[in-house]
């Protein structure tokens, strides 16, 4: 976008009747952020105005309403670690807890500004927006400006992406920092700089440090790379020195995370998983959950299989197409193979989302040049926004996750003092705890994941004073704690179903 550079894919897809005020302003290194530039930038490229406005749509989109749904489990679970000390988080991954602890250091901090849903979610949300204009670049560098303006509108509108921008976890997070290290990826696939090889490897460092199975699609970065240089590598060994740069920065930055990480694969496989999918239903639900639906997910792959072909086709493009193919595709492949090991979920794939987006804006290049493509961009943005709306409409006004909060002002009006209050599992106190206090209420709080625990808590509750009643709180989850299901068996025969609020059951002693 911008004055002409002739750099490889930032313009050579665009239309002619696209450039004049759009080549002649724009910012293509850090030399163009100057003042007078800036301001003629958003004065006069309608490119940079789109993504002005596209990324205001997702600082909008993703802090509207930040705080209506309540905390959930892997919510609280953020909470209690980024309560620990700095010492303490990494403790937490280094004895066992499945991520890692850059997000939890974030959250940490956060902690100073309060511990409310708006506050555990606000980092979420802004680098979920955040991510927008770097979707835009990464498509600009592929296909073009045009491009880049449907990556980035396909990013804002994500109802996969706004879900977990809204969400106390590390997942956007991760996305960020990773779409920022495939974007000096490129930068430096093009240039063969050291510096952006070593910007790429620090980056993808960053995104490992927020969540492990990124180390998938870093690795498959660094396989493209080795593909598209073979040939100048086999001439030279030495031009593998630039993409050694950057495996090596990735690796010094990772280097304590790599180690914990060895240890935490062996100890996660040691037992088949009880929770996640498995075989082909990772592809299925990850598509389906990406792209919100059958009709959609049909449209945007059959988009994606034609922007990937355009790629193919085009020679000075087709390293693009290879790289959006494998990243495509192999992550499932190596999902596939490891799902029969290690939980999975459609949430752990998000950074597929950088090529699968660009694939589909790759598509449009087949428009012909004659064709304004900065109205083909305003156009897509506008469809693409206005099939969002039912789901916006939904989103908002509906809870997408269980409501602890009104939950536990419904349990605090049945209980009594005295009463037990039996979380199953046990780790459901973390939400519940939240909202509810069993000191506050003068009741008994105890946590059970099998039929021996039960027994035991029973056996006390019947030697208390008067007998108090309990209460049972359980979550589907209890299925991957006890998954020999003793504990519901136990349940059916002690205890009378009265009643739930969404997810979440409650039984009462018989």
């Known amino acids: 976008m911008g004055k002409k550079s002739g750099k490889k894919g930032a313009s050579t897809t665009d239309s002619a009747s696209s450039v004049n005020a759009d080549e002649k302003y ?3 290194s850090f030399s163009d952020l100057k003042a007078e530039n800036l301001k003629n930038v958003i004065c006069n490229n309608r490119y940079a105005q789109m993504l002005i406005v596209l990324t205001v749509a997702a600082f909008a989109l993703r802090f509207y309403n930040l705080g209506f749904n309540s905390i959930w489990l892997d919510e609280g679970s953020t909470l209690g670690f980024a309560r620990q000390s700095l010492l303490g988080i990494w403790e937490s991954t280094a004895g066992g807890e499945f991520n890692p602890p850059l997000f ?3 959250e940490h901090f956060m902690l100073i500004f309060g511990d409310s849903e708006f506050i555990l979610r606000f980092v979420p949300a802004l680098l979920g927006a955040l991510t927008v204009p ?3 670049f990464i498509g600009r560098e592929v296909c073009g400006r045009m491009g880049g303006i449907i990556a980035a509108a396909l990013l804002a509108f994500s109802s996969f992406h706004l879900f977990y921008s809204q969400d106390a976890r590390a997942y956007t997070t991760m996305l ?3 779409s920022i290290a495939v974007l000096f990826y490129l930068i430096a696939l093009r240039s063969d700089s050291l510096k952006h090889w070593i ?5 993808a460092s960053l995104s490992f440090w927020t969540h492990f199975y990124v180390f998938v699609a870093v690795g498959i970065l ?5 593909i598209v240089k073979r040939e100048a590598i086999l001439k030279d060994i030495k031009s593998v020195k630039t993409i050694a740069a950057g495996l090596i920065a990735f690796i010094i930055v990772s280097l304590p995370l790599i180690y914990v990480t060895i240890g935490l694969f062996f100890k996660r496989t040691a037992s088949a998983p009880t929770w996640g999918l498995s075989g082909l239903d990772v592809f299925t639900q990850t598509i389906l959950q990406i792209t919100n639906g059958l009709y959609l ?6 988009l994606a299989v034609i922007g990937c072909i355009f790629l193919l086709l085009k020679e000075d493009k087709r390293d693009y197409g290879y790289l959006m193919i494998l990243s495509i595709i192999l992550p499932f492949i190596v999902t596939y193979v490891l799902s029969s090991m290690i939980p999975m979920s459609p949430r752990y794939m998000i950074y597929i989302l950088p090529f699968f987006f660009v694939s589909i804006a790759a598509a449009f290049c087949f428009i012909p040049q004659n064709i304004d493509y900065r109205k083909v961009a305003a156009a897509a943005t506008v469809i693409l926004f206005l099939i969002s709306i039912p789901y916006f409409m939904g989103y908002y006004t509906t809870y997408s996750k269980n409501d602890w909060r009104g939950f536990s002002g419904q349990l605090s009006k049945i209980t009594n003092e005295g009463d037990y209050i039996v979380v199953m599992p046990g780790y459901m106190a973390q939400p519940l705890d939240y909202y509810y206090s069993n000191s506050t209420d003068g009741t008994i709080q105890v946590g059970a994941s099998s039929a021996a625990n039960l027994e035991q808590i029973n056996a006390n509750r019947l030697n208390s004073t008067g007998e108090p009643v309990a209460y049972y709180i359980i979550t589907w989850d209890i299925s991957a704690a006890n998954p020999s299901g003793d504990a519901m068996d136990w349940i059916s025969k002690n205890a009378q179903y009265i009643g739930q609020n969404m997810g979440i059951y409650v039984f009462r002693s018989l």
Not at 199 to 203: K, N
Not at 297 to 302: D, L, S, T
Request: net charge neutral; hydrophobic share 70%.
């Open 134 to 136: 770097v979707f835009y």
């Open 176 to 178: 960020f920092f990773f």
């Open 297 to 302: 997910a049909a449209v945007f792959g059959i």
């Open 222 to 226: 660094i396989l493209h790379a080795l």
């Open 104 to 106: 939890y250091y974030i």
């Open 199 to 203: 910007i790429f490897g620090v980056f």
């Open 26 to 28: 724009g910012i293509n």
